[in-house]
C-alpha cells in the first residue's frame, strides 16, 4: 500500500484568503472552494462536536472540563458543568454574529456528541445519552432525560461518542474501548462489552474481557450500535474498535468510520459491515494486537488482526493520526465533483481527507484518498507533506464535520497545540468553527417549511443529515398522505435522494414500488432496497433475497449472507450456497460476510462445502473452498487441515497452519505438536510459534507439559520476602527495618517490592529518605523513573524547557542522537522496536511544541493502552511494565522488550500506575540542545 506524506521539504505556509486585511483561517482546499473563519473562541470554547439545525443554526458541545485531572494547573473551568452552545449567522453576512447558550449541565463533562432533531437535543458524554427536550422553542431545554446509561470512558475521549440518524429511523452511537460498556435498553436488553485496556483516571472502573451480553454474545472494545429511538430494540452492528470518533450513516445505509491507532502509524478509514469484528483486539477482548502479532506480520496489517480469520477488512490503513469527525456528502451544492465525497477529519494529522468511496466486488477498499482541507500544504499527486516554518499551522485539531442546510462544509477546530486526546496545552480552551464554501457561487439558507406536506418534502431533499431526519419523521406522521408526493424523489438525480426515498416507502408500506429496486442495475440503489425491505417487511425476507440475487451484485450478495444469519440453516442453506457458488477465493468482503451468515452453523456446513466442492483430496482444495475453511476454522476439519499442513507449501501450508491454530479443541493442539515433530526449518519455526502462543490462552489446557522458553520469570530469592514482611510489620525494631530497608534497595526485585510498601503507604518520611540513598544503585532507567516517583530521588540535572525551545538545531545532528536515546524502545528510520510509540510518522501529529512536551513530561499524555501496571505473583516475584493480554493468562511486556506470559492464577494482585514507562529525560545523560535536536530530526521526518 502507497504511504501518504513521507517525503518532507521546508516551504514557507501559503494562507488561503482574499485580502491582505482580513484575517482568514490558515487551511489549504481545492482551488473551487474557499474558507471563511466563520466562528472563534470566546463565542464557545474547545469544541468537540456540531450539528446543523432546521435553521440552519450551528450547535456546539465544548469540554472545557476535559480531564481536570491532569489540566489542573491554568486550565479554564466551568465549574457548572460543560455548556452546548448555538451559534447563528442571523443577518447573512456570512459570519456567526450570535452566541448563545442552549445548556449546562453537571452531568455534561466532555460531552463528545451532539444531535438536533427538531426540538430534541441528543448529547452523548458518557456514561449517559441525554435528550434535551426545548418544548416552547425559547432555545433553553423544559425536559432532561436519560435516554441510555451505562457507557464507560468518562471524561475519556476513548468514550461514547456521537450519534446519527439512520435512514431507517434509528440511531446509530459508537463508542471507543475505555469500558467497560455495561447498558441496559428499555426492553431490559444488556450490553456488556469490555477489553484488557485500563486508563489511570479518577473514576475509571476496571475494563475487564470477554464478557458476554444478554444474547450469549462476546462483544469487545469500541462498538456500534442501533437502537430504536424510544430506546428499545439495541443491536450491536458492528464490534472490536479502538477508538472509532463518529460512525457516518449514509442514505444507502452505509456505515463508515475512522479508527485511531496504538501510536503505530496505523489509523484507518473503513466501511463497516453489518455483524463485524474490526479486528482490534483478539476476539475476546483479553488479548492487544501486539500480544497476537505473529512473526514476519508488518505493524499496520497486524494492528487490525488482518492477518486472522473472521476479521473485516481494514479498509485504508493510512499511517500516523488522530481521527475524528466523519461525514458523507450527499448534495452537489459544492459541486458536482464533490458529492458522494467521505470526508474524514484527521486532528493529529491537521487534515480531512477525502474519499471518493467506489465498489470493489462486495466491499469498498477506500484507495482513493485526497487531502481535501488542511493547514498544511500537501501535494496530492505526488503523495509530499510540505512541512511548514509556522508551527500554529499545526494547531489545526479539526474535531467535527457537519453539512449545513444550504450545503456548506462547518468544521470544528479545537484549536490546540497537541491531539485532545489525553491533555491539553491551550489553557483558554480556544476554539474555531470555518466555513468551506464555493469560490463563485453564493449559497443561501433554505426557508423551511415543516408544516406542509411539500415543504416536509423539500426539507427531505436537504443536505444536512438531521434536517432531513426531521423531516423523515414528519412525512411518517402524513402517512399514505404522502407516498404521491414521494415517489417522484424515485427518479431524482441524485441516489442519495433516492435511497433515502426508498427507505421511506418501504416504511409506509409502498412494497411494490420498492421490489422492482432490488435488482436494479445500480449496486447500491439495489442495496438500499434489499436492505430496507428487509427491515420493514423481516416476514418476506427469504423472498426478497431470492429476488435480490438475480443480478448477482456481490454488495447485495454479501447483505444476503448477512442477513440470513440469525435463521435456521434449513431457512438459510440454498441461499447461502448459491452464493458460494458465486465466490471466487479472491474477495475478502463476501468472505466475511459468508462467515458471518455461516458463523452459527459452522460445524454443521463443513461436510456439505465438502460435498458442494466435490473435495475428496484435502491437498487439493479449491481456493473458495479453502478461504471458507480458514473464516470459518470449524473443528471438523482438523484432519483434512493436518494434511494440508503436510502436503502444502508456501502461502497455502501457512493458510492451513493458521486455520488449525484457532479451532479451539485437544485435538487441534495435539495436530499441532505432531506436525512440529516431523518437520524442520522454518516450518517448525512456525509450529513452534504457534505452540509456544496457544499455551498463553485457547490451549493453555492442552499444553501443560509443553515447554516454553517464555515461561521463565524473574527469581525473587526468599530473603526479599522476610526483609518484606518486617516492613509490613508495624511492631518491627527501627533497626530491623532499617536493615530490610537497606537490603531491599541493594536488590532488582527488592526495589519493587519498596515501590509496592510504598504505594501502599507502609514507609515513613524517613525510611524513604534513608532509601533513596541506596536506591541509587538502579541503573535501569525506566525503574529508575518510577522509584523518583515515591522515593526522593534527584535526578542528575534538571532540564529548561525554555533552552530546549531556544536551541539552535542543525540538520543532520539529530538523527544518531535518536537512533542512541530512542531505538531502545522506539521505532526509527530502519530500526524497528514497539515498546513505545512508532516515531517514524510523529511529525504529522505534532506540533513542535507538543513533540518537545510529550519528551520533557513523558507522564503528562500516557496513549491509552500504554499505561503501567505493578504485578505481584503468588510467589513474591513483582513486574513492572504494560499489560498487552488479560484472561486465563496474562502478558506484561517490561522496559526491556522482554514479554511474561503469566497463569491468571499465578498472579497475586496487579496496581494500575499513572506512570510512562519511558523514563524522564532528566534520568538520561541528555542535553536540552540534545532534546532539542532530536525533536527537530523527528519533526523533518
Given at each position: 500500500?502507497?504511504?501518504?506524506?513521507?517525503?518532507?521539504?521546508?516551504?514557507?505556509?501559503?494562507?488561503?484568503?482574499?485580502?491582505?486585511?482580513?484575517?482568514?483561517?490558515?487551511?489549504?482546499?481545492?482551488?473551487?472552494?474557499?474558507?471563511?473563519?466563520?466562528?472563534?473562541?470566546?463565542?464557545?470554547?474547545?469544541?468537540?462536536?456540531?450539528?446543523?439545525?432546521?435553521?440552519?443554526?450551528?450547535?456546539?458541545?465544548?469540554?472545557?472540563?476535559?480531564?481536570?485531572?491532569?489540566?489542573?494547573?491554568?486550565?479554564?473551568?466551568?465549574?457548572?458543568?460543560?455548556?452546548?452552545?448555538?451559534?447563528?449567522?442571523?443577518?447573512?453576512?456570512?459570519?456567526?454574529?450570535?452566541?448563545?447558550?442552549?445548556?449546562?449541565?453537571?452531568?455534561?463533562?466532555?460531552?463528545?456528541?451532539?444531535?438536533?432533531?427538531?426540538?430534541?437535543?441528543?448529547?452523548?458524554?458518557?456514561?449517559?445519552?441525554?435528550?434535551?427536550?426545548?418544548?416552547?422553542?425559547?432555545?433553553?431545554?423544559?425536559?432532561?432525560?436519560?435516554?441510555?446509561?451505562?457507557?464507560?470512558?468518562?471524561?475519556?475521549?476513548?468514550?461514547?461518542?456521537?450519534?446519527?440518524?439512520?435512514?431507517?429511523?434509528?440511531?446509530?452511537?459508537?463508542?471507543?474501548?475505555?469500558?467497560?460498556?455495561?447498558?441496559?435498553?428499555?426492553?431490559?436488553?444488556?450490553?456488556?462489552?469490555g477489553s484488557v485496556y485500563n486508563e489511570f483516571t479518577p473514576y475509571a472502573e476496571e475494563n475487564l474481557p470477554n464478557q458476554v451480553s444478554d444474547d450469549g454474545k462476546v462483544y469487545t472494545g469500541g462498538l456500534v450500535i442501533r437502537v430504536n429511538q424510544d430506546g428499545t430494540g439495541m443491536q450491536v452492528i458492528s464490534h472490536n474498535f479502538r477508538n472509532a470518533?463518529?460512525?457516518?450513516?449514509?442514505?444507502?445505509?452505509?456505515?463508515?468510520?475512522?479508527?485511531?491507532?496504538?501510536?503505530?502509524?496505523?489509523?484507518?478509514?473503513?466501511?463497516?459491515?453489518?455483524?463485524?469484528?474490526?479486528?482490534?483486539?483478539?476476539?475476546?477482548?483479553?488479548?492487544?494486537?501486539?500480544?497476537?502479532?505473529?512473526?514476519?506480520?508488518?505493524?499496520?496489517?497486524?494492528?487490525?488482526?488482518?492477518?486472522?480469520?473472521?476479521?473485516?477488512?481494514?479498509?485504508?490503513?493510512?499511517?500516523?493520526?488522530?481521527?475524528?469527525?466523519?461525514?458523507?456528502?450527499?448534495?452537489?451544492?459544492?459541486?458536482?465533483?464533490?458529492?458522494?465525497?467521505?470526508?474524514?477529519?484527521?486532528?493529529?494529522?491537521?487534515?480531512?481527507?477525502?474519499?471518493?468511496?467506489?465498489?470493489?466486488?462486495?466491499?469498498?477498499?477506500?484507495?482513493?484518498?485526497?487531502?481535501?482541507?488542511?493547514?498544511?500544504?500537501?501535494?496530492?499527486?505526488?503523495?509530499?507533506?510540505?512541512?511548514?516554518?509556522?508551527?500554529?499551522?499545526?494547531?489545526?485539531?479539526?474535531?467535527?464535520?457537519?453539512?449545513?442546510?444550504?450545503?456548506?462544509?462547518?468544521?470544528?477546530?479545537?484549536?490546540?497545540?497537541?491531539?485532545?486526546?489525553?491533555?491539553?496545552?491551550?489553557?483558554?480552551?480556544?476554539?474555531?468553527?470555518?466555513?468551506?464554501?464555493?469560490?463563485?457561487?453564493?449559497?443561501?439558507?433554505?426557508?423551511?417549511?415543516?408544516?406542509?406536506?411539500?415543504?416536509?418534502?423539500?426539507?427531505?431533499?436537504?443536505?444536512?443529515?438531521?434536517?432531513?431526519?426531521?423531516?423523515?419523521?414528519?412525512?411518517?406522521?402524513?402517512?399514505?398522505?404522502?407516498?404521491?408526493?414521494?415517489?417522484?424523489?424515485?427518479?431524482?438525480?441524485?441516489?442519495?435522494?433516492?435511497?433515502?426515498?426508498?427507505?421511506?416507502?418501504?416504511?409506509?408500506?409502498?412494497?411494490?414500488?420498492?421490489?422492482?429496486?432490488?435488482?436494479?442495475?445500480?449496486?447500491?440503489?439495489?442495496?438500499?432496497?434489499?436492505?430496507?425491505?428487509?427491515?420493514?417487511?423481516?416476514?418476506?425476507?427469504?423472498?426478497?433475497?431470492?429476488?435480490?440475487?438475480?443480478?448477482?451484485?456481490?454488495?447485495?450478495?454479501?447483505?444476503?449472507?448477512?442477513?440470513?444469519?440469525?435463521?435456521?440453516?434449513?431457512?438459510?442453506?440454498?441461499?447461502?450456497?448459491?452464493?458460494?457458488?458465486?465466490?471466487?477465493?479472491?474477495?475478502?468482503?463476501?468472505?466475511?460476510?459468508?462467515?458471518?451468515?455461516?458463523?452459527?452453523?459452522?460445524?454443521?456446513?463443513?461436510?456439505?462445502?465438502?460435498?458442494?466442492?466435490?473435495?475428496?483430496?484435502?491437498?487439493?482444495?479449491?481456493?473458495?473452498?479453502?478461504?471458507?475453511?480458514?473464516?470459518?476454522?470449524?473443528?471438523?476439519?482438523?484432519?483434512?487441515?493436518?494434511?494440508?499442513?503436510?502436503?502444502?507449501?508456501?502461502?497455502?501450508?501457512?493458510?492451513?497452519?493458521?486455520?488449525?491454530?484457532?479451532?479451539?479443541?485437544?485435538?487441534?493442539?495435539?495436530?499441532?505438536?505432531?506436525?512440529?515433530?516431523?518437520?524442520?526449518?522454518?516450518?517448525?519455526?512456525?509450529?513452534?510459534?504457534?505452540?509456544?502462543?496457544?499455551?498463553?490462552?485457547?490451549?493453555?489446557?492442552?499444553?501443560?507439559?509443553?515447554?516454553?522458553?517464555?515461561?521463565?520469570?524473574?527469581?525473587?530469592?526468599?530473603?526479599?520476602?522476610?526483609?518484606?514482611?518486617?516492613?509490613?510489620?508495624?511492631?518491627?525494631?527501627?533497626?530491623?527495618?532499617?536493615?530490610?530497608?537497606?537490603a531491599l534497595a541493594s536488590e532488582m526485585q527488592g526495589r519493587l517490592h519498596l515501590t509496592q510498601l510504598a504505594i501502599m503507604g507502609r514507609l515513613s518520611k524517613h525510611e524513604k529518605e534513608m532509601a533513596a540513598k541506596w536506591l541509587e544503585v538502579e541503573n535501569n532507567l525506566a525503574n529508575k523513573s518510577l522509584l523518583a516517583h515515591y522515593f526522593p530521588l534527584?535526578?542528575?540535572?534538571?532540564?529548561?524547557?525554555?533552552?530546549?525551545?531556544?536551541?539552535?538545531?542543525?540538520?543532520?545532528?539529530?538523527?544518531?542522537?535518536?537512533?542512541?536515546?530512542?531505538?531502545?524502545?522506539?521505532?526509527?528510520?530502519?530500526?524497528?522496536?514497539?515498546?513505545?510509540?512508532?516515531?517514524?510518522?510523529?511529525?504529522?501529529?505534532?506540533?513542535?511544541?507538543?513533540?518537545?512536551?510529550?519528551?520533557?513530561?513523558?507522564?503528562?499524555?500516557?496513549?491509552?493502552?500504554?499505561?503501567?501496571?505493578?504485578?505481584?505473583?503468588?510467589?513474591?516475584?513483582?513486574?513492572?511494565?504494560?499489560?498487552?493480554?488479560?484472561?486465563?493468562?496474562?502478558?506484561?511486556?517490561?522496559?526491556?522488550?522482554?514479554?511474561?506470559?503469566?497463569?491468571?492464577?499465578?498472579?497475586?494482585?496487579?496496581?494500575?500506575?499513572?506512570?510512562?514507562?519511558?523514563?524522564?529525560?532528566?534520568?538520561?545523560?541528555?542535553?536540552?540542545?540534545?532534546?532539542?535536536?532530536?525533536?527537530?530530526?523527528?519533526?523533518?521526518?
Amino acid at each position: 500500500m502507497r504511504q501518504l506524506f513521507t517525503i518532507v521539504i521546508p516551504v514557507m505556509l501559503f494562507i488561503n484568503c482574499t485580502s491582505q486585511e482580513e484575517e482568514a483561517p490558515l487551511l489549504f482546499v481545492p482551488d473551487d472552494l474557499e474558507v471563511i473563519l466563520w466562528s472563534e473562541s470566546p463565542d464557545f470554547y474547545n469544541p468537540t462536536n456540531i450539528d446543523v439545525d432546521a435553521k440552519g443554526r450551528v450547535w456546539v458541545t465544548e469540554a472545557v472540563n476535559y480531564r481536570d485531572f491532569r489540566n489542573a494547573e491554568g486550565h479554564l473551568v466551568h465549574e457548572e458543568g460543560d455548556r452546548v452552545m448555538i451559534l447563528e449567522d442571523s443577518n447573512g453576512d456570512g459570519k456567526a454574529n450570535s452566541s448563545k447558550m442552549f445548556v449546562q449541565d453537571p452531568d455534561l463533562r466532555s460531552p463528545l456528541g451532539l444531535a438536533v432533531i427538531g426540538n430534541r437535543v441528543i448529547v452523548s458524554c458518557a456514561p449517559h445519552i441525554i435528550i434535551y427536550t426545548d418544548e416552547n422553542g425559547d432555545d433553553r431545554p423544559d425536559k432532561k432525560e436519560i435516554f441510555l446509561t451505562g457507557f464507560g470512558g468518562r471524561d475519556h475521549d476513548h468514550g461514547l461518542h456521537a450519534g446519527v440518524l439512520g435512514p431507517d429511523g434509528k440511531w446509530y452511537f459508537i463508542v471507543g474501548n475505555a469500558g467497560p460498556h455495561q447498558v441496559k435498553d428499555r426492553d431490559g436488553w444488556t450490553l456488556r462489552s469490555g477489553s484488557v485496556y485500563n486508563e489511570f483516571t479518577p473514576y475509571a472502573e476496571e475494563n475487564l474481557p470477554n464478557q458476554v451480553s444478554d444474547d450469549g454474545k462476546v462483544y469487545t472494545g469500541g462498538l456500534v450500535i442501533r437502537v430504536n429511538q424510544d430506546g428499545t430494540g439495541m443491536q450491536v452492528i458492528s464490534h472490536n474498535f479502538r477508538n472509532a470518533y463518529e460512525v457516518a450513516v449514509d442514505s444507502f445505509g452505509n456505515m463508515w468510520q475512522s479508527d485511531n491507532d496504538d501510536q503505530t502509524a496505523s489509523c484507518r478509514t473503513t466501511w463497516l459491515m453489518e455483524g463485524s469484528n474490526a479486528g482490534f483486539f483478539s476476539a475476546t477482548g483479553e488479548r492487544t494486537w501486539q500480544a497476537d502479532r505473529r512473526p514476519g506480520h508488518t505493524v499496520p496489517m497486524a494492528h487490525w488482526h488482518q492477518y486472522d480469520p473472521g476479521v473485516l477488512p481494514a479498509g485504508d490503513i493510512y499511517g500516523a493520526g488522530s481521527p475524528t469527525g466523519i461525514v458523507r456528502l450527499e448534495g452537489d451544492e459544492l459541486g458536482k465533483a464533490y458529492q458522494g465525497m467521505l470526508l474524514s477529519a484527521d486532528a493529529g494529522r491537521n487534515i480531512i481527507f477525502g474519499y471518493h468511496p467506489t465498489l470493489r466486488g462486495a466491499g469498498y477498499p477506500l484507495e482513493e484518498r485526497t487531502a481535501f482541507i488542511s493547514s498544511v500544504k500537501v501535494d496530492n499527486t505526488n503523495y509530499i507533506w510540505h512541512e511548514v516554518e509556522d508551527d500554529q499551522s499545526k494547531w489545526f485539531r479539526p474535531s467535527d464535520i457537519a453539512v449545513g442546510t444550504e450545503g456548506a462544509l462547518y468544521v470544528a477546530d479545537w484549536f490546540d497545540p497537541i491531539v485532545g486526546g489525553h491533555q491539553m496545552m491551550d489553557k483558554k480552551g480556544h476554539g474555531r468553527i470555518y466555513k468551506i464554501q464555493p469560490a463563485n457561487k453564493s449559497l443561501e439558507k433554505p426557508k423551511l417549511d415543516f408544516s406542509s406536506l411539500e415543504g416536509l418534502v423539500q426539507a427531505f431533499q436537504n443536505p444536512a443529515i438531521h434536517v432531513r431526519g426531521y423531516a423523515r419523521e414528519g412525512l411518517l406522521e402524513k402517512g399514505q398522505a404522502a407516498i404521491p408526493a414521494l415517489l417522484p424523489l424515485l427518479e431524482s438525480s441524485n441516489s442519495f435522494i433516492q435511497a433515502r426515498t426508498i427507505w421511506l416507502l418501504a416504511e409506509l408500506g409502498e412494497k411494490e414500488k420498492i421490489q422492482k429496486f432490488i435488482n436494479h442495475n445500480d449496486p447500491e440503489l439495489a442495496l438500499a432496497a434489499f436492505r430496507a425491505l428487509g427491515k420493514f417487511d423481516g416476514d418476506n425476507l427469504l423472498d426478497y433475497a431470492h429476488f435480490a440475487l438475480e443480478a448477482k451484485h456481490p454488495v447485495v450478495m454479501a447483505e444476503v449472507a448477512i442477513s440470513l444469519r440469525d435463521l435456521a440453516l434449513d431457512q438459510s442453506r440454498g441461499l447461502l450456497f448459491s452464493i458460494v457458488g458465486e465466490y471466487d477465493g479472491h474477495d475478502p468482503w463476501l468472505l466475511h460476510a459468508l462467515g458471518i451468515g455461516f458463523a452459527a452453523h459452522r460445524e454443521k456446513i463443513y461436510p456439505e462445502l465438502l460435498r458442494y466442492f466435490d473435495a475428496n483430496e484435502s491437498e487439493t482444495w479449491p481456493q473458495p473452498l479453502a478461504k471458507l475453511v480458514w473464516e470459518l476454522h470449524p473443528a471438523e476439519a482438523v484432519d483434512d487441515l493436518a494434511i494440508r499442513m503436510a502436503k502444502l507449501t508456501g502461502k497455502e501450508r501457512e493458510e492451513a497452519m493458521t486455520s488449525l491454530a484457532f479451532i479451539n479443541t485437544p485435538k487441534a493442539a495435539a495436530e499441532m505438536r505432531n506436525y512440529y515433530a516431523n518437520v524442520s526449518g522454518e516450518e517448525k519455526s512456525q509450529a513452534q510459534w504457534w505452540l509456544h502462543f496457544r499455551k498463553t490462552n485457547d490451549w493453555k489446557a492442552y499444553l501443560a507439559d509443553w515447554d516454553s522458553p517464555q515461561d521463565n520469570l524473574p527469581k525473587v530469592e526468599p530473603e526479599v520476602l522476610v526483609f518484606k514482611a518486617t516492613l509490613m510489620d508495624t511492631l518491627a525494631a527501627k533497626a530491623d527495618r532499617e536493615m530490610a530497608i537497606q537490603a531491599l534497595a541493594s536488590e532488582m526485585q527488592g526495589r519493587l517490592h519498596l515501590t509496592q510498601l510504598a504505594i501502599m503507604g507502609r514507609l515513613s518520611k524517613h525510611e524513604k529518605e534513608m532509601a533513596a540513598k541506596w536506591l541509587e544503585v538502579e541503573n535501569n532507567l525506566a525503574n529508575k523513573s518510577l522509584l523518583a516517583h515515591y522515593f526522593p530521588l534527584e535526578p542528575p540535572k534538571s532540564l529548561d524547557r525554555k533552552e530546549v525551545e531556544r536551541a539552535k538545531t542543525a540538520l543532520g545532528q539529530g538523527e544518531t542522537l535518536a537512533i542512541r536515546h530512542c531505538a531502545v524502545c522506539h521505532s526509527i528510520g530502519q530500526v524497528e522496536n514497539e515498546i513505545g510509540p512508532d516515531l517514524r510518522q510523529v511529525n504529522q501529529k505534532f506540533s513542535k511544541t507538543g513533540l518537545i512536551e510529550a519528551i520533557l513530561e513523558p507522564d503528562a499524555g500516557i496513549g491509552f493502552g500504554s499505561e503501567t501496571f505493578l504485578i505481584e505473583l503468588n510467589n513474591g516475584t513483582m513486574l513492572y511494565g504494560i499489560l498487552q493480554s488479560s484472561g486465563p493468562v496474562v502478558t506484561v511486556l517490561e522496559s526491556s522488550g522482554r514479554k511474561y506470559h503469566i497463569p491468571a492464577d499465578m498472579i497475586k494482585g496487579r496496581r494500575q500506575l499513572p506512570h510512562s514507562l519511558m523514563p524522564s529525560p532528566a534520568w538520561m545523560d541528555i542535553s536540552e540542545n540534545e532534546i532539542a535536536q532530536i525533536a527537530a530530526y523527528l519533526m523533518g521526518g
